[in-house]
């Protein structure tokens, strides 16, 4: 199960969110949503062992994270303070 894989951290952020849990190669596909459902951030990676997203220049609220990978699909809130 990937929800148990993946580890977010911290929540809420500040300055930078740090995802890691996926060490083999999938392809996988981070996106980050406002919530009015904008893309703000958008990546596709080989694999999720210490990503850092940069949250600095993002406004203070809630955002939606989602990550997709295996066919799994994860949606996790992040607030950012």
Do not use: H, M, W
Not at 3 to 32: A, E, M, R
């Amino acid at each position: 199960n990937l929800n148990k894989l993946i580890n977010i951290y911290p929540n809420p952020v500040n300055d930078y969110i740090n995802i890691s849990g996926i060490q083999q190669n999938i392809q996988t596909f981070v996106v980050i949503c406002d919530l009015n459902g904008k893309i703000i951030f958008e990546k596709q990676v080989n694999q999720i062992d210490n990503l850092q997203i940069d949250f600095s220049g993002f406004d203070s609220g809630v955002y939606i994270l989602q990550i997709q990978a295996d066919n799994e699909v994860i949606i996790r809130q992040i607030i950012k303070i």
